[in-house]
């Protein structure tokens, strides 16, 4: 017989009993009755089997395996420890100047903010900073971000260009390489024709055009890198600044005031000289000359351009050269009216430009 826990029935003789069983064996194993239940197994200890031969009371043990039930433990809470932290002398005063900011808050006399800590006699004076200082910061992010300031900016760009290419030009020409022009374009930001265009604008209106100052821009134009095309470019958009900024040119100068004499001279000198570039076979090959609009841009027909081209340079000034040719052409004759009318009209010119440049 089988339990029904699944373990076999052991029978032991109950205390002063005795059972006809061999005398080495202390206990009989005897399979259990399939009908025999674990709550009989409760309620009868004693237990008589009709097979043996003088049944006895015998006392069954059973062996049973317990469940093992692992109940959840219990949640063990953290133990707190109080560890001692060394304060650095910096953390020291610190901690002090809060106690005694605190301390002095807390001293001053007055109605609080919201029935807290802070009174309204320091509160007051501390949102009005806070609001100021807003008020400033929002200014000054307008202005620096403002037209005028970036104009202001792209002005002193401009000025550190002209200073630094005029450290090389014309006294150290040849120690302006292209190595040299490259590290000027990265420290600059311009690119290489801007540059170009800038100084072009800045020598014509503060150098004197002479042999000198041509051979600085065919220099400038060869470390460039600048193709034939870049440099018609260039001049076209140097005219359209001085036509924007100065007006066009206009060669009947009668009824104007010498103020507006004086800046129509100088848009006509600027004509000339960007003229004389343009027809340059060493700054702009004859190839790409029909690309050049600068007579159209200026406002100036073929027969006004004639009449103020600069035919030539040489080491003397326009004046000496005008004195000149006059003196080889009427040399021993009596000079027209138109001739005089002429050359006073150009002296007059010169002579402004040269206050330009002066002022």
Known sequence: MASILGTPMVLRPLPGMQCNQDKHSSALVMPALTSLSSSSLRSHTLFCSPFLPNPKPCRIVTHAKKSKSKE????????????????????EKAEDLVQYVQSTVKAIPGPRVRGGEVPWLLAAPLGYAAISLVIAIVKTVRKMSSPREKRRQQ?????????????????????????????IVKRSGFEADDILRKYIRYALNEKPFNPELVADLIHLKGVAGLDDQAVVEVLNEVSRRIVKAKGPVVMNTTGFTEKGLKRKASVQALFSKILYLAELDQFCSTENRSSLSIREIFGVTEEDANSI???????????????????NKYEGKKVPIGAVQEMLKRVLKLALQSLKDCV
């Open 309 to 327: 081209r600069i035919e030539s340079l040489s080491g003397t000034t326009e004046l000496e050269s005008l004195e000149k040719s006059l003196k």
């Open 155 to 183: 002005v002193g760009k401009n000025a550190w260009l002209c200073e630094t290419l005029g450290d090389y030009l014309p006294e150290k020409r040849e120690e302006l390489t292209p190595k040299v022009f490259q590290d």
């Open 72 to 91: 959840p433990a219990a949640p063990v809470e953290p133990v707190e420890e109080e560890v001692e932290v060394e304060l650095s002398w910096v953390e």
